[in-house]
């Protein structure tokens, strides 16, 4: 167990549709990443979030949009759905950055399927 | 840009056969090295890591990985894999920097391990 807490971890919806995703970091981690895990695209990194601010933006789509709040906790939004959204969305942490801050744990991940 | 490759798509041994998974990666400079691992339906498991000091690191579950500046390769070894290997792994490089902690993965290699 990583400690990284993904919600939900199945998730079946429909083209057009918006869904929200929520992780919450490990105890103490200030940073939460978005990874985004399909057959055709591998994992790609979709944003990273430092203590309630942006910090790297990555291959994300104007369709989606996250954001981390005052206790840590993470949401990804995708909205606008397609087919090709459906993959497994995985979130990680990470505390403050220093030579042992670097590690970064993921979370069991949240499968989006779209039909 | 960063990448990594990992040469091998598809790996499949005998159980309590030996292991070597290959990684390479293109970086301006010497990035901080991960193994992750991912069982069927499961999430990114870290199994080792690499930022500075001894180029040969011990890791979960009786992995190591070797840490080759000469050859940008940082390739993962077990010496007799088990049934429960069975799954995919994951090389991916981070940047050296604090606070910008965007990994780059590799495709993956999918490991088979036959009785």
């Known amino acids: 167990d990583s400690g990284v807490t993904q919600t939900p971890k199945h998730l079946i919806t429909a083209t057009g549709q918006r869904v929200t995703l929520r992780c919450s970091p490990r105890?103490?981690?200030?940073?939460v990443y978005w990874y985004q895990q399909s057959l055709d695209q591998g994992l790609q990194f979709l944003i990273q979030?430092?203590?309630?601010?942006?910090?790297a933006k990555g291959n994300i789509l104007e369709r989606f949009s996250a954001q981390q709040f005052p206790d840590l906790h993470s949401e990804l939004n995708l909205s606008s759905l397609e087919l090709g959204d459906s993959a497994l969305y995985f979130c990680?942490?990470?505390?403050?950055?220093?030579?042992?801050?670097?590690?970064?744990?993921f979370g069991e991940g949240s499968w989006l399927t779209v039909v | 840009a960063q990448s990594v490759t990992q040469p091998d798509i598809h790996i499949t041994v005998s159980e309590g056969a030996s292991l070597e998974l290959r990684c390479n990666y293109s970086y301006g400079a010497t990035p901080y090295l991960f193994w992750y691992v991912q069982s069927p339906g499961q999430g990114l498991q870290l199994l080792l890591k690499?930022?500075?000091?001894?180029?040969l690191v011990q890791g979960i579950k009786g992995f190591e990985a070797e840490f080759k500046r000469s050859q940008s390769s940082f390739n993962l070894r077990k010496p007799s894999v088990h049934w429960s290997d069975a799954a995919e792994y994951f090389c991916?490089?981070?940047?050296?920097?604090?606070?910008?902690?965007?990994?780059?993965f590799g495709q993956g290699t999918r490991l088979t391990i036959n009785p």
């Open positions: 991916a490089v981070g940047p050296p920097i604090q606070g910008a902690q965007k990994l780059v």
């Open positions: 690499y930022f500075s000091g001894d180029t």
């Open positions: 105890s103490g981690d200030l940073s």
């Open positions: 990680a942490s990470s505390s403050r950055p220093g030579p042992s801050g670097n590690t970064i744990y």
């Open positions: 979030y430092y203590n309630g601010e942006e910090r």
